[in-house]
């Protein structure tokens, strides 16, 4: 079974430039995670999918930050214009819907963005 | 809020003892999860505690005690390849609250 799929691996841009991430997950989860990862630091939640539907996005800061899932299959998240404190590792994770209190998120190898 | 706290960074010798502590405050509780992640990698789940109590699963145990927000992974007969991250994660309502994660490094 192939796991959670994400694109690029890595990814430099200049400031101010828009950039985007690409995320497959495993097949039949409908729920969807965006983390951002810090160096040093543990993954904070960007955006949580269920289905097409984002349930919560409160953490993603929504002048600079955008998501989507199309269809509740692939989704993508894009930042336009990036910062320099936007350079951190982008997780993507799936999980079987979360209506349970046990559903084990399974992540994908992440996307390391640098800002110069 | 949500609060949680683990050590910044551990040592140990190969072929010994650890345990990782973790303390938690969130506003809800579904469970508490470990995962590894080695430097430049995923994280990967380890273990799952939604009761109190000790579960082990090989080289690995974690233990939970909700009534005082505390959880640690114990992991025995530390092998090179242990030397990465571990994060403790409580699931609260849907989501999950990460800690900063701790660093062990096995020395030979």
């Known amino acids: 079974e192939a796991g959670v799929v994400q694109s690029p691996r890595y990814k430099i841009i200049e400031k101010k430039q828009p950039v985007a991430f690409w995320c497959n997950p495993i097949?039949?989860?409908?729920?969807l995670y965006w983390y951002r990862q810090n160096l040093g630091q543990g993954p904070e939640l960007l955006i949580r999918?269920?289905?097409?539907?984002?349930?919560?996005d409160s953490q993603l800061p929504k002048d600079r930050f955008s998501a989507e899932r199309l269809k509740g299959v692939d989704s993508t998240l894009k930042i336009q214009p990036a910062e320099l404190g936007d350079s951190a590792v982008y997780l993507c994770?799936?999980?079987?819907?979360?209506?349970?209190?046990?559903?084990?998120?399974?992540f994908g190898p992440g996307t390391r963005l640098t800002v110069l | 809020g949500q609060n949680i706290d683990q050590p910044t960074e551990m040592t140990a010798t190969e072929g010994a003892i650890v345990q990782i502590n973790c303390t938690y405050q969130?506003?809800?509780?579904?469970?508490l999860f470990w995962y590894q992640q080695h430097a430049a990698e995923a994280p990967t789940f380890l273990s799952y505690n939604v009761l109190d109590g000790l579960e082990e699963k090989g080289r690995f145990s974690s233990f939970l005690s909700r009534s005082k927000g505390y959880s640690y992974l114990l992991l025995k007969e530390l092998q090179m390849k242990d030397s990465a991250s571990y994060l403790c994660a409580v699931k609260s309502g849907q989501n999950f609250v990460f800690g900063p994660g701790t660093r062990l490094s096995v020395l030979p």
């Open positions: 097949s039949g989860h409908n729920t």
């Open positions: 969130t506003s809800g509780f579904n469970g």
């Open positions: 999918y269920e289905n097409e539907e984002a349930v919560d």
């Open positions: 994770a799936s999980s079987f819907r979360s209506g349970s209190k046990y559903n084990e998120q399974f």
